[in-house]
């Protein structure tokens, strides 16, 4: 057990066979119908791209500032980068975690690649008056309804309509179209990625809105916690979150899949990354991380380790 100040086991007292063994929620007969018509709703969004060079702190990337219209005419912001000297032969979106994002990475192990580095509505370049920008506050906006629950849009954001920007920057990147997320980002992906045809492979780092009926018996210091709140002041968020569980989702996402889940994170209960991991109905890889949110001492090296298998997954095809 990893030494720590929390009032709760972060690990909520699963080891990894137990973890393993997590099943999905059961899914409302109008789950996949719901997704559907979003992700229809957001493939009609004429996108229009622009891109800003600017300039950039490495040597063989080009940096743009970007923004393109989004679900309901948002202007979702954010970065782009694509080699200097190499041709675009692949297409990556990043998500981001609910920390925001101030730039793109630079370290991702995928070559040749044009990289669009989206912000959701309300987060980091994508603020906005309106949509609360802190985490607590952002993942109850619009909650009362699945229609207008945030994290519906904040799907078309970062997925869908980004990887609409992208393909019309760089229609070359069609041919393999990849996405990765963390946290925020993963669960995001997790719920966006199984009703979009065009990726081709993706990578979940510590997913977020996994089981929402076991995560909110779960105390975190994630948003996960003002979910909880919510639900003991109202009683009704399942309601909602029935239809934005990533770990239902995943039950749809038969794309390869490549997963890092945490088997000890403060911020997103175990159970619920696990949950989407297990759930996955197509290829997959799961990479243990031994903690997640949480720096400990072997985190460098682990993260090595996983850049490592994310070359492997990503480039040996």
Not at 51 to 70: G, Q, W, Y
Not at 107 to 128: D, E, Q, T, V, Y
Request: proline letters at 9%.
């Amino acid at each position: 057990m990893l030494q720590h100040g929390f009032f709760f086991d972060p690990t909520h007292g699963y080891d990894l066979a137990t973890l393993l063994a997590v099943t999905p929620p059961a899914e409302s007969p109008d789950f996949a119908s719901f997704w559907r018509s979003l992700y229809a709703r957001a493939r009609e969004v004429t996108v229009a791209p622009i891109l800003r060079e600017v300039p950039s702190p490495h040597p063989r990337i080009h940096m743009f500032e970007l923004e393109f219209t989004s679900l309901n005419g948002f202007l979702v912001k954010g970065w782009l980068t694509r080699p200097r000297d190499a041709p675009v032969e692949r297409g990556v979106v990043v998500g981001h975690g609910y920390g925001g994002r101030d730039g793109p990475d630079f370290h991702l192990p995928i070559p040749r690649a044009a990289m669009l580095f989206p912000c959701a509505r309300g987060i980091s370049r994508s603020a906005c008056a309106g949509i609360p920008a802190n985490p607590d506050d952002h993942v109850l906006h619009g909650i009362g309804e699945r229609d207008t629950y945030v994290h519906g849009a904040c799907a078309a954001d970062t997925v869908w309509c980004a990887a609409s920007a992208l393909l019309e920057l760089f229609p070359t990147a069609a041919r393999r179209l990849e996405y990765l997320g963390i946290s925020f980002g993963g669960g995001i992906g997790a719920l966006a990625l199984p009703w979009d045809e065009r990726f081709h492979r993706a990578h979940l780092n510590v997913p977020s809105f996994g089981h929402h009926p076991l995560r909110l018996g779960m105390p975190c210091v994630g948003s996960g916690e003002a979910v909880r709140r919510h639900q003991r002041r109202t009683g009704q968020v399942l309601d909602t979150l029935r239809y934005f569980d990533a770990a239902v989702a995943a039950r749809h996402l038969r794309i390869p899949m490549h997963v890092a889940a945490a088997r000890f994170d403060p911020a997103v209960p175990p159970p619920g990354q696990f949950a989407v991991y297990n759930a996955l109905a197509g290829p997959k890889e799961l990479f243990v991380l031994r903690a997640g949110h949480f720096d400990h001492a072997g985190t460098i090296v682990e993260d090595r380790r996983l850049l490592d298998a994310l070359a492997y997954f990503f480039n040996r095809d």
